[in-house]
C-alpha cells in the first residue's frame, strides 16, 4: 500500500528553469493537495483539487500551475523556477465525507526543491 | 479568514516529564481540527481529529483535547521517541481545504 507518492525526492534547478512534480496516490482519493514547507511559515497551500476536473487556487499561487490528470494523478509546475521557490513541497489527498477517517489528509514524503 | 497559532515554537523535554502543546484557532465555523506528527525529513503524519468541544481522543502517551478557541495536545511521561514536530490544522465548515499552523518541535532527551 503505497498511499501517496511523489517524484523527484531532491531537484536542484537553476533560476528560470521550468520542472513538474508528480504525485500519485493509490488511495482513490476525491480531493488532492499541494503544499510548500517553509522555516517558520508552516504549510501554505499552492492548489488543490477538490474533485478530478476541478483545481483552485490555495494562499500561495503565483508561479505555479498544476494539472489534475486522473483521479490518481496531480503534478505541480513551476513554469520559471525562482530562488524564493526554494522549498519542501507535501503532496496530500484525501477523501471527502462523514465515514470515519474521511477528511484526514494523507501526506506523501515530499520534493525538496533547491533553485539556485 | 481562517487562522491556527501553536505554542510554543519549540519545547524540550526530559524522559518521563509530561507536558502540553496549545493549538489556538480563529475560524468561522468548525468542521474538524486535526493533528499531526512530522519527523525530520519526511511528510505528516495523521493523529487525531477533533470535531467538537469537550471532545478528547488518546493515543498511548497523547490525548488531544478541544475547547471552541483552542486545542491541547498533552504529552504524558514522554519518551526520546516522541520527539517531533506537531503540527495542528483546522477546516471550516465551508471550506474544502485545511489551514495549518507553524508546529511546535518537541525534544525529549534521554
Known amino acids: 500500500n503505497a498511499g501517496v507518492t511523489q517524484t523527484p525526492k531532491f531537484q536542484v534547478l537553476k533560476t528560470g528553469q521550468s520542472m513538474t512534480l508528480q504525485c500519485a496516490q493509490d488511495?482513490?482519493?476525491?480531493?488532492m493537495y499541494w503544499y510548500r514547507q517553509d522555516p517558520g511559515m508552516g504549510l501554505r497551500l499552492i492548489y488543490y483539487?477538490?474533485?478530478?476536473?476541478?483545481?483552485d487556487k490555495g494562499e500561495v499561487p503565483n508561479g505555479y500551475n498544476v494539472s489534475r490528470l486522473n483521479k490518481r494523478e496531480f503534478s505541480l509546475r513551476l513554469e520559471s523556477a525562482a530562488p524564493s521557490q526554494t522549498s519542501v513541497y507535501f503532496c496530500?489527498?484525501?477523501?471527502?465525507?462523514?465515514?470515519?477517517?474521511?477528511?484526514?489528509?494523507?501526506f506523501g514524503a515530499g520534493s525538496r526543491l533547491t533553485v539556485l | 479568514e481562517d487562522q491556527v497559532t501553536q505554542s510554543p515554537e519549540a519545547l524540550r523535554l526530559q524522559e518521563g516529564e509530561s507536558s502540553s502543546l496549545n493549538c489556538s484557532y480563529t475560524?468561522?465555523?468548525?468542521?474538524?481540527l486535526f493533528w499531526y506528527r512530522q519527523d525530520p525529513g519526511k511528510g505528516p503524519e495523521f493523529l487525531f481529529t477533533?470535531?467538537?468541544a469537550g471532545e478528547e481522543k488518546e493515543k498511548e502517551r497523547l490525548k488531544a483535547t478541544l475547547t471552541k478557541k483552542e486545542s491541547f495536545l498533552h504529552i504524558t511521561a514522554p519518551k526520546p521517541e516522541d520527539s517531533a514536530t506537531y503540527l495542528c490544522?483546522?477546516?471550516?465548515?465551508?471550506?474544502?481545504?485545511?489551514?495549518f499552523g507553524e508546529g511546535t518541535q518537541l525534544t525529549v532527551n534521554p
Open positions: 496530500a489527498s484525501r477523501d471527502r465525507g462523514v465515514s470515519s477517517g474521511a477528511n484526514v489528509l494523507t
Open positions: 483539487s477538490a474533485s478530478e476536473g476541478t483545481t
Open positions: 490544522a483546522v477546516e471550516e465548515t465551508s471550506g474544502s481545504r485545511l489551514t
Open positions: 475560524v468561522s465555523g468548525l468542521r474538524g
Open positions: 488511495m482513490n482519493h476525491n480531493s
Open positions: 477533533l470535531y467538537s
